[in-house]
């Protein structure tokens, strides 16, 4: 089936150059930022802002959330919510390079980057980034809309609630709870649950 790109900033090209990897067929771009009388990121059509997904044949067509988070995982929430109100279904996009267990379960629209690592019986939920090199170690549990950044290592049996962001770089080691809607900053190590809502700017991770 063919995809529409939603979004074609940085995350958005990563994206289609992990599509275009794979082979996957893209039907176009929808970014508003774009000119639909020029050929987009990769010499890909635009087809318009979100104005024109309405038209698209549910049945035909999935999406893919070319949103990223570096400030807020709101803005790429909201779309995915949205759209799933209106009809559409999320292709999930993992790039070629990427090492997913095949007991690991993968939720709609997640995206697992070059070189990233899911090992076995990890969990990811819906509309999640495993970013580039990230690596997921066995029994994880991911939830919904979160952001795993570039370099971060999650040691085996981590749970991370929905909304929340890793850092860059970041550690957690095994068995740590991260709760829901929190933040974890770049290059830190988590060594102790966080309850919903954390901000956690911890000391940096010796290198």
Same mark, same amino acid.
């Given at each position: 089936?063919?995809?529409?790109?939603?979004? /074609? %900033?940085?995350?958005?090209?990563?994206?289609?150059?992990?599509? *275009?990897?794979?082979?996957?067929? !893209? *039907?176009?771009?929808?970014?508003? &930022?774009?000119?639909?009388?020029?050929?987009?990121?990769?010499?890909?059509?635009?087809? %318009?802002?979100?104005?024109?997904?309405?038209?698209?044949?549910?049945?035909?067509?999935?999406?893919?959330? %070319?949103?990223?988070?570096?400030?807020?995982?709101?803005?790429?929430?909201?779309?995915?919510?949205?759209? #799933?109100? &209106?009809?559409?279904?999320?292709?999930?996009?993992?790039?070629?390079?990427?090492?997913?267990?095949?007991?690991?379960?993968?939720?709609?629209?997640?995206? !697992?980057?070059?070189?990233?690592?899911?090992?076995?019986?990890?969990?990811?939920?819906?509309?999640?980034?495993?970013?580039?090199?990230? /690596?997921?170690?066995?029994?994880?549990? !991911? &939830?919904?809309?979160?952001?795993?950044?570039?370099?971060?290592?999650?040691?085996?049996?981590?749970?991370?609630?929905?909304?929340?962001?890793?850092?860059?770089?970041?550690?957690? !080691?095994?068995?740590?709870?991260?709760?829901?809607?929190?933040?974890?900053? /770049?290059?830190?190590?988590?060594?102790?649950?966080?309850?919903?809502?954390?901000?956690? #700017?911890?000391?940096?991770?010796?290198?």
């Amino acid at each position: 089936m063919a995809v529409v790109v939603v979004g /074609a %900033g940085g995350h958005g090209r990563v994206l289609i150059d992990a599509l *275009l990897s794979c082979g996957t067929p !893209i *039907l176009g771009l929808c970014d508003p &930022g774009l000119d639909p009388a020029s050929p987009g990121p990769f010499g890909l059509p635009v087809l %318009g802002g979100d104005d024109v997904l309405p038209s698209l044949s549910r049945s035909e067509v999935q999406l893919v959330n %070319g949103i990223g988070s570096v400030h807020s995982l709101s803005a790429r929430a909201g779309l995915f919510e949205r759209l #799933k109100a &209106g009809g559409f279904s999320f292709a999930s996009v993992i790039h070629p390079s990427a090492i997913v267990s095949r007991s690991a379960r993968l939720g709609e629209g997640v995206q !697992i980057m070059a070189g990233a690592v899911v090992q076995c019986d990890s969990v990811i939920g819906d509309n999640s980034i495993l970013n580039t090199r990230s /690596a997921v170690d066995h029994d994880c549990r !991911i &939830g919904h809309n979160v952001h795993i950044a570039p370099g971060c290592t999650l040691s085996g049996c981590v749970t991370v609630g929905d909304n929340s962001h890793i850092g860059t770089s970041a550690v957690v !080691i095994q068995g740590i709870t991260i709760g829901q809607s929190c933040l974890v900053a /770049a290059g830190v190590t988590v060594r102790a649950p966080l309850a919903d809502h954390a901000i956690f #700017k911890g000391s940096p991770t010796p290198r």
